[in-house]
């Protein structure tokens, strides 16, 4: 595509990268996140692999031009796979002084940083707590490539003849920002031009305004003369086949939806909105053709106890929340346990305890899903390592849940739910096939509701079918006839049998595999969203000549097989986490292993070079 | 056992379970369990048909004493687990039963919604008064002044009405009965067993361990007749043993007890209309309280809502409709896609 003399370059040169990165920052109101998502469309559709940060202010309505009400969308986009939103920006866009102060430390020495000029008038640089002009001092930004745009004038002028309001042509600077990157990183626009035709369908004004404010940034690049160069980011060479972007939430309720239609069930889902889980609510909601129930319940504990209705049922019953809304649904988990029946239940974590970093990414809720029921009360946990990979995780949680009859427990995260990358749309007909059974499979007259098969797992037989009528409950129950019984032997007993139920499940599952050497000084182990960073911490460590490799696990309950086996070969063990370490105490108890930890609760995902830090001073200290 | 196939003809003991019955003898919940297993096959439902979904409680134990489909869930949320039973099928004909601790302490949420929803269940709500699983505390239901174990020196707290809460959430359906009458219980039973909505049914159940006699002003021959005004639709509200007493609004449009004779007739009292859409008429019976008043037992308000189980269906079915049954292929083709 670009060469130097591509038309539109205008005689710039146009460099060759391999991957940038680049943040978009404004206020909250300065369509920021729509930025970042636009902006990573374009670059999917070019080819690139691209990985995605959106981060939230914590306050829905702070005061605009303020610290708090900053909100941020980080891409990395690349001609190679990649597998973090990466670690130093090399563009910053800051759409005021507020997100300059709380962006700029991010961007690398020498990066290009584009700020709106006209936002740093007297006000708001106090509001962002500047003593003076940052673009007005020698020393503040001297490390930087500064581009001063005056996009809101200029946004302004080009939507002049449009006759909107000031504040209404004022709100478009943000596709000002959008085409002037466009034109830096020589992205065709097209998607983005369609998806303002389609969504502002019923006001051609705005239609114009924006498509007009697109292409004057685009222009802008084009013709000033303080930007001599723009850039090449290659398509990736991903696997062949059809691609499009994908956010964990949006691929969570793709994947539950794929075991509804592929078991013929309906999907029941019930939930209650809190964030970052909601959007699994909003995706399913839409999708009422796929015979799909959503219930917006009163609350966590109706949530959970309508799945466990709707599973008694017959239903596939899903329940979505994150942390303080899994633990008002522990009660509800243990009676699904106790009565064993298959639902599974989200939690897309957040910083905590109590209400926390509500818009922040943490991996502190795997000692609750571990433990966090009364009595003794294991459940299979799952968690997927990326945002694609939540579509197959989604139908091995529903998969378990049905083939063990328990409740199952998916825990994603906040940097997961809403970070987005390529996805490769399956062949439907390739699909693993989800077969449900709900017959009565015993020869005898009557039915038994806790026979058990070779799994020992009991029959889901529905309500509606005559001849086995049956009663289920919180109560423990007599093994084969489910019958109240609380003699000690008894709860001994069944306590002994639903254990070895979910710890039989690492029968079927996939056994642990490393990336890297087979054995050797450090075996680097994550779990869920930090997947990315460890791989390429671990893959860039491997290239520089070090021992170490990397066992990513997705089955945090039973842990596959072979798990202990892996550890063994290494001769350390470390366990980064976005928390204080709550695997590695698991790891540690369940296999003896001395693994050490590098943790982290800064409501933030792993930096690449945190990790790779880690692992050269571990194998330093090992030489 | 052996059914005839051409004839599947029930009666209460095909609803009766094998499991032995742990209610104190003599207490209330033996009678409503029997007036159940009565009104079932009266029904023309088949019994694999029913469900029974309870909380935790004396009361709640009641699904394992049913040979139909049921679970005892936890404490408060049955409501919630039969919203989710009914929704998945709702071919299935769905009861909630309830403790008056049950479903206005810890449930008094999924109580108020699923009554506001209009889900097609049938909540019986046994209130005795007290707590009486966990041996005797007070419930919200519990007259102030109440003397128990955590209250050895009375309740403070006022108490809840169960039909005026009921009523607030726009129940579609809400009666009263008494564990020992069991005509009229069975009667209750059956219209909310054919009621299409959120039914709600107010027992009142004799714990005789606990509260023993609490309700005796209603369920007692020779008292309930002075104290308790039978409802029925389109007819005047008439009481008392040789039916002389009627109640009728004075000029403040508050109810006042009359005698009839001496110039007051039939005409002059207040009629009953179940069917009434404005919830002044069920309100206001539902604050007769004994002893100021005669208290009303039967059918509050009955009237005609879509349930929202229904709606729910009516929007997968007209969403299925307009985009047609949904095609995984097009959903993930959906949006920007490329080729690689
Ligand atoms: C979460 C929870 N909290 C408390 C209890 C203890 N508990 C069991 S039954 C009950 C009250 C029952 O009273 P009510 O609903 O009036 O039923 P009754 O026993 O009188 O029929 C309580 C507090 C429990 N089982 N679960
Ligand atoms: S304690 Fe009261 S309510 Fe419970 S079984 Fe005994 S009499 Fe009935």
Request: aromatic residues 8%.
């Amino acid at each position: 595509m670009a060469t130097t003399d591509v038309p539109g370059s205008n005689g710039k040169i146009s460099e060759q990268l391999d991957a940038v990165v680049i943040r978009f920052c404004g206020d909250s109101g300065d369509g920021m996140q729509l930025a970042g998502t636009q902006f990573t469309n374009v670059s999917a559709v070019f080819g690139n692999d691209v990985s995605t940060l959106p981060d939230f202010p914590a306050e829905i309505r702070a005061p605009a031009g303020t610290l708090g009400g900053v909100s941020g969308f980080q891409i990395c986009f690349s001609s190679s796979d990649i597998f973090t939103p990466g670690d130093e920006v090399d563009t910053l866009i800051a759409m005021n002084p507020a997100a300059l102060k709380t962006n700029v430390a991010d961007l690398r020495r020498g990066g290009t940083l584009i700020v709106n000029e006209d936002a740093f008038e007297k006000s708001n640089l106090s509001k962002a707590g500047y003593e003076g002009n940052p673009l007005e001092d020698d020393v503040s930004l001297a490390a930087y490539q500064v581009q001063r745009v005056p996009m809101t004038s200029l946004t302004r002028d080009a939507v002049a003849d449009l006759g909107l309001s000031p504040r209404e042509a004022e709100r478009c600077k943000n596709f000002f920002a959008m085409g002037l990157v466009y034109w830096l990183y020589q992205r065709d626009a097209t998607p983005t031009e369609e998806w303002v035709k389609s969504k502002f369908a019923k006001k051609p004004e705005l239609v114009e305004a924006n498509l007009k404010a697109l292409q004057a940034g685009y222009n802008y690049g084009i013709t000033t003369e303080a930007i001599t160069v723009h850039y090449r980011v290659d398509p990736a060479e991903l696997p062949p086949g059809k691609y499009r972007k994908v956010t964990g939430n949006e691929a969570l309720a793709f994947g539950f939806v794929t075991a509804a239609k592929l078991s013929g069930k309906q999907l029941f889902y019930g939930g209650y909105p809190i964030t970052p889980a909601s959007d699994i609510l909003h995706e399913l909601s839409k999708l009422k053709n796929f015979n799909v129930v959503t219930f917006q319940a009163e609350d966590e504990i109706a949530a959970i106890t309508s799945v466990v209705g709707a599973a008694y049922a017959g239903d596939l019953a899903i329940t979505a929340s994150s942390g303080p809304g899994i633990a008002l649904k522990g009660e509800g988990m243990g009676l699904a346990a106790i009565t064993e029946l298959p639902l599974v239940v989200i939690d897309v974590q957040r910083g905590g305890p109590s209400t926390g970093l509500p818009t922040k990414t943490e991996q502190s809720d795997l000692y609750m899903c571990m433990y966090g029921r009364n009595g003794d009360c294991p459940l299979p946990l799952v968690a997927p390592a990326s945002p694609a990979d939540c579509f197959e995780m989604a139908q091995e949680a529903m998969r378990i849940a049905v083939e063990f009859m328990t409740p199952v427990i998916l825990l994603s995260d906040g940097y997961i739910a809403n970070g987005a990358e390529p996805w490769q749309i399956p062949d439907v007909s390739q699909l693993k096939p989800f077969n449900v059974s709900n017959e009565n499979t015993q020869d005898g007259d009557e039915f038994m509701p806790y026979l058990r098969n070779e799994k020992k797992t009991r029959p889901w037989v529905l309500p509606g079918t005559p001849g086995c009528e049956h009663r289920v409950g919180g109560l423990e129950k007599s093994d084969v006839t489910g019958n109240v019984d609380y003699s000690p032997e008894n709860h001994q007993f069944m306590t002994t049998l639903r254990a070895n139920k979910i710890a039989g499940i690492a029968d079927y599952i996939p056994e642990q595999t490393v990336e890297g050497p087979e054995s050797g000084d450090l075996l680097v182990i994550s779990w869920g969203g930090t997947y990315g960073a460890v791989r390429t911490a671990v893959k860039q460590s491997v290239q520089e000549g070090l021992s170490v490799a990397h066992a990513h696990i997705r089955y945090l309950n039973p842990f596959p097989k072979n798990l202990g086996d892996v550890i063994k070969r290494y001769k350390k063990v470390l366990i980064p986490e976005l928390n204080t370490g709550q695997l590695r105490m698991i790891i540690r108890g369940t296999y003896l292993a001395d693994a050490v930890g590098l943790n982290k609760v800064q409501g933030k995902p792993f930096l690449i070079s945190e990790v790779k830090h880690k692992i050269k001073e571990l194998i330093n200290e090992e030489n | 056992m052996s059914v005839d196939v051409t004839l599947p003809v029930l009666s209460p003991k095909d609803f009766a379970s094998d499991q032995e019955i742990r209610w104190c003898p003599r207490c209330g919940d033996y009678s409503i369990l029997a007036q159940m297993k009565k009104v079932l096959p009266t029904l023309g439902i088949p019994k694999e048909k029913f469900v029974f979904v309870s909380g935790i409680g004396c009361s709640s134990r009641f699904p394992y004493y049913m040979d139909t489909y049921g679970m005892h869930s936890i404490h408060g949320r049955a409501p919630a687990v039969a919203t989710g039973v009914k929704l998945a099928n709702p071919d299935l004909q769905v009861w909630v039963i309830t403790g008056d601790g049950d479903s206005l302490s810890i449930g008094g949420n999924h109580f108020m919604h699923v009554l506001r929803r209009n889900v097609d269940l049938k909540v019986i709500m046994f209130n005795n008064q007290i707590y009486g699983l966990t041996k005797g505390q007070y419930s919200p239901t519990s007259p102030t002044g109440t003397k128990t174990k955590s209250t050895p020196f009375g309740s403070v707290d006022r108490p809840l009405n169960p039909l005026s809460v009921a009523i607030g959430a726009r129940a579609t359906f809400a009666a009263r009965s008494v564990d020992v009458d069991i005509k009229h219980l069975c009667s209750v039973l059956e219209r909310a067993a054919n009621h299409k909505g959120a039914a709600f049914v107010e027992v009142y159940q004799d714990c005789n361990v606990f509260n023993s006699g609490a309700f005796e002003f209603a369920s007692k021959k020779g008292k309930k007749e002075e104290n308790v005004i039978y409802l029925e639709h389109g007819k005047p509200l008439i009481f008392g043993k040789d039916r002389d007493k009627g109640v009728r609004l004075n000029s403040h449009g508050q109810p006042e007890v009359v005698e009839l004779g001496k110039g007051v007739t039939a005409d002059d009292l207040l009629f009953h209309d179940e069917k009434a859409e404005d919830m002044n008429l069920a309100f206001l019976l539902a604050s007769m309280r004994h002893p100021e008043m005669p208290e009303p037992m039967g059918v509050f308000r009955c009237v005609d809502h879509p349930t929202y189980n229904d709606a729910v269906y009516q929007q997968v079915e007209s969403a299925t409709e307009r985009s047609g049954e949904g095609d995984l292929e097009a959903l993930f083709n959906t949006g920007d896609t490329w080729n690689v």
